[in-house]
């Protein structure tokens, strides 16, 4: 029988692994294990996967006690657009801390679905007039970007100057998303945004030049 970090593992590195009856299995025990890290990992894992029951899953570890299993499973929701998982990361737009509010608010952009759109566009300039956290602010002009607001990227890429080490991978990683979804709307600005700050990565901590790499890497 396998131990749950067992089932983990072979979830995380299995490549299209099928959500069959014996997986399924696998996340019902796994969303009701007793460590706060095994909740946490299957959280990370599972926005690499499909499905009504996944959703369901990360909606349930969402509202989890535990502050580490709630954040990964908000941040994993932006990539389940559904009206339940609308709701869900509204209720958490507003949180108190600053990284919860940050993945709630890229979250409501990806998932917004239809008429939800222009509610959420006005939503989110409403938060810009008042939020201060850059974290948050990156997130938003990402969303925007996200949701066809273009003069955005603009209000994106200004935020990395003299940005921390958190937010400028933050603002890598944004960028990363919004090559994969919408290459042709953003890949110009980015690549200039690229070649403008290729110098200064050298004296970077590894966590950035790590993400801008990988940024680098898929504008090849």
Known sequence: MMTEREML???????????DETVMGWINTLVKAKREDIRADLAKILVSYEGECVEQALLKLATDKKYSVRL??????????????????MQYAEDKDWLTRGYALWGICKTCLGERKVETIQYIKNVLEIET??????NM?????????????????????????RNKCSI???LHELLLEM??????????????????????????????????????
Do not use: H, W
């Open 72 to 89: 990964e499973a908000i941040d994993s929701l932006s990539n389940f657009p559904s009206d339940s998982t609308y709701q869900t990361l």
């Open 172 to 174: 890598f990683n944004t």
């Open 133 to 138: 956290s850059k974290f948050c602010r990156i």
């Open 9 to 19: 593992e072979y979830m995380d590195k299995s490549e299209d692994v099928v959500v």
């Open 183 to 220: 290459e042709s709307t953003y890949r110009t600005e980015i690549e200039l945004f690229c070649e403008e700050i290729q110098l200064e990565m050298e004296n970077e901590p590894i966590s950035v030049q790590s993400s801008f790499n990988r940024l680098r890497d898929l504008l090849k």
């Open 141 to 165: 002009y990402g969303g925007m970007c996200i949701l066809g607001e273009k003069e955005n990227i603009l209000n994106l890429l200004s935020l990395y100057p003299n940005s921390y080490y």
